[in-house]
């Protein structure tokens, strides 16, 4: 027989949180955007020169964390809203606003979705070149509308399982 007392794992012992591939990936950009400046900020010190691509590459990288922390923040119900009114008001009107929500932000994404799609579709068409590197420009503007039918689907994904 043993005296012994089994202590359970403290909370920086328990297993790490998952993330989503969404975190993952706004982390990536980040971590990508820092570097890209900060070799550009080296550049610049060292040479009395900088390179043009950089800003390119940062705006496409902003453009990327914007719609994946979007993502993120729809995934796990963090997104901003103006709930001063909405918790004064009774639980009918609440759902109402809350679909009203869900249907705005979800037309709002397949909008956003639509017109960048037919933007990619002429940039590839016409055979458009990013001004620093010459790269075809849909390389940097495909990522709007398949992020914003990931947002879309996301926003789907929680409703369901919000009635559920």
Partial sequence: MSTEVEVPPA????????????QVLTGVAMALIVLVTFGNV????????????????SIA??????????????????????????????????????WLSFAVTAGL?????????LLTWDQYRFEET????GVPQWWYTVWMPVLSVTLVLRLVVNRLRRRA
């Fill in 109 to 117: 994404f397949a909008f956003i979705a639509w017109y960048a799609g």
């Fill in 42 to 57: 080296l550049v610049r010190y060292f040479t009395s020169q900088s390179f043009a691509a950089t800003e390119e590459f």
């Fill in 61 to 98: 990288l902003m453009i990327l964390v914007a719609f994946l922390g979007s993502s993120v923040a729809f995934a796990f119900d963090r997104h901003i809203r103006v709930s001063f009114f909405v918790e004064r008001m009774s639980p009918r009107a609440r759902a109402f606003f809350d």
């Fill in 11 to 22: 909370e920086s012992e328990a297993a790490p949180p998952s993330y989503t591939i969404e």
């Fill in 130 to 133: 990013s001004p620093a590197l």
